[in-house]
């Protein structure tokens, strides 16, 4: 058996300042020498967050499993591991964990003394339930059922040991586990039915659902008893904070208003204009937590004409001028990315040649794709059909400057001869158009710790749906030999064959020009200068409030 470096709960003395910057998360701001009594956690206060992502459907991150789920989950649920700034998995609600020497079979070990706010106790049968209610078809899970995949059954070895039974060898298992969708609950919270889950759901956590009015705000507050923090953790016991309110303020300037104003405490989705504002302030601090996982990219729907021909798909790239859009747009706020992967993630590969604005290129692409003609409006056509690009829009998952560029690459685009059809849409809608095969670009934002997320995205399994019914390679890259790589990398060990293996898959990915990669998945929190002790969690990037405390 192969055992983790972890076995003991590690001390945690560092002050909540202290424990901010370890997360290796970019601060930015002015700040100002205090005494050592000014920086003593304080207990108690409420702390408002003001967020501009879509309020959640339902506030159990099993049932589908988006980001603003994550985002307000993370308050009350936690996950068997979690992971340091480093990279490297650490203990959460599980001490320590081995793995067999097949791969087949991991053994997690809990704490004989926590328990779930409702006073059901956390043990291995506790954990079989929720891998079972994320493989429940009922439940509509996509993002924690795909990361599952190789999960094929549980057992009780004791009653703190449970057993995870895999099909084959999972390289990615404590990636995937780490993450806020397949955080533990309680079994008894579980066996409600799923309207009463998704309003309350009953974790470990710091903080615990108070109530939900829908379309406003949600109140968490704290968990008295609380006593699972993760290792990296800057204290023991509970939150200093008495509660959290969570609201839902869409509009960016609003947030940021409320920020100003005292009204709210931390707000996300911080527009490009309004970072380069508040880095002026000596009010507002600036926490720049780029997700991990994939890129934020546009993806080519292979699957169907036109992008079924990889020349078009080429000519469509080189005729996007994605430098100048992110450059102007983004004002120094967001880097241009040539990579599937984050740059977060240290085996990522970057091919800045293959996405290079070329339109003379992408000219002669089309014409030796066929498309020679063009209509009175100046786009291509070919057997008397346009060359049309249907490009569906989540108004809530892209900021109006990424919305903007989108704008200008349709502006470049058509002077190649695409017509691209920009179709603003609410998550709803847009969820639909995507399950529907209903476009031809998109672009689909999509968190998972470590570089498995490439066989989420571009393994042909991946066109299959989740019982959810949302799939996630958007692309529809259907390619045996990428197949084969990406389950190979899946399965090894060795850190050095894993990183080459999943370094032929994305050269495949980017050179088969499937995406166009545009730049890292944007978390920017502003907080004011009175939020002391939070950070940005090193798994998927979202905020906790555990270790913070206000002046």
């Known amino acids: 058996m192969h055992t983790s470096g972890y076995t003991h709960r590690a001390a945690r003395t560092l002050t909540g300042l202290v424990g901010l910057a ?80 097949d791969g087949l079979a991991w053994d997690f070990t809990l704490p004989a003394d926590v328990s779930f706010t409702d006073g059901t106790p956390l043990d291995a049968a506790a954990v079989q339930a929720n891998i079972a209610h994320i493989q429940d078809p009922e439940t509509a899970s996509s993002t924690g059922y795909l990361a599952l995949g190789k ?58 659902v108070e109530k939900w009015v829908q379309q406003e705000s949600i109140t968490l507050v704290r968990n008295e008893k609380y006593s699972s923090p993760p290792a990296d953790a800057a204290h023991t016991g509970p939150a200093y904070l008495d509660s959290i309110v969570w609201r839902f303020i869409p509009d960016s300037a609003s947030r940021y208003a409320a920020l100003q104003s005292g009204d ?11 970072i380069v504002q508040a880095e002026k302030s000596d009010t507002i601090v600036h926490l ?37 859009a ?44 066929g498309w020679t003609e063009r209509d009175s409006n100046g786009y291509r056509v070919k057997d008397g059909e346009r060359l049309t690009v249907d490009f569906p829009v989540s108004t809530n998952q892209s900021i109006p400057a990424e919305q903007s560029l989108f704008e200008q690459i349709q502006a470049t ?21 995507l399950g529907e095969n209903d476009y031809d670009a998109v672009s689909a934002p999509y968190t998972k710790v470590g570089p498995d997320v490439l066989r989420i995205l571009f393994h042909s399994d991946g066109i299959t749906p989740a019982p959810s019914g949302y799939f996630a390679n958007h692309a529809q890259v259907n390619d045996p030999a990428i197949d084969a790589l990406l389950t190979q990398a ?15 898959a ?22 004011g200068t009175d939020v002391v002790g939070a950070r940005a969690l090193p798994t998927v990037s979202t905020p906790t409030f555990y270790d913070a405390w206000l002046k």
């Open 288 to 324: 720049d937590a780029p997700r991990p996982g994939a890129s934020n990219r546009i993806e080519l729907n292979s699957g169907r004409a036109p992008f079924n021909d990889p020349l078009v798909r080429e000519a469509f790239i080189r005729s996007a001028n994605v430098d100048d």
């Open 151 to 208: 999960v094929t059954g549980t057992e009780v070895v004791s009653t703190n040991v449970v057993r995870l039974t895999l099909s084959e060898p999972d390289s990615a298992l404590l990636e995937s586990l780490s993450q806020p969708w397949l955080a533990i609950e309680s079994p008894t919270a579980l066996a409600r039915s799923q309207d009463e889950n998704c309003a309350s759901p009953v974790g470990t956590g710091p903080f615990q």
């Open 22 to 101: 370890a997360t290796g998360i970019l601060l930015t701001g002015c700040a100002t020498a205090e005494s050592p009594e000014a920086t003593r956690p304080l207990t108690g206060g409420t702390l408002t967050y003001a967020s501009g992502d879509a309020e959640p459907t339902c506030l159990d991150p099993h049932v589908g499993g988006n980001y603003p789920q994550a985002l307000v989950s993370t308050q009350y649920l936690e996950s068997l591991v979690s992971r340091d700034a480093d990279g490297e998995i650490i203990p959460w609600l599980a001490d320590s964990w081995t793995e067999s020497a």
């Open 264 to 274: 709210a405490d931390v707000i996300d989705n911080a527009q490009p204009d309004t």
């Open 413 to 433: 685009a058509k002077k190649t001869g695409f017509e691209v059809v920009l179709s603003p849409m609410d998550l709803s809608s847009w969820y639909t158009a």
């Open 506 to 527: 994305q050269n495949q990915v980017l050179a088969g020009f499937y995406i166009l990669p545009l730049f890292d998945q944007q978390n920017h929190y502003l907080l």
């Open 326 to 369: 992110v450059t102007s747009l983004f004002r120094g706020t967001a880097e241009r990315s040539y990579s599937a992967l984050s740059s977060v993630e240290p085996l990522a590969v970057s091919g800045p040649d293959l996405f290079a604005y070329d339109p003379e290129a992408a000219s002669d692409l089309l014409d030796s794709a």
């Open 490 to 504: 899946g399965q090894v060990t060795d850190a050095d064959e894993r990183a080459a293996l999943y370094a032929d």
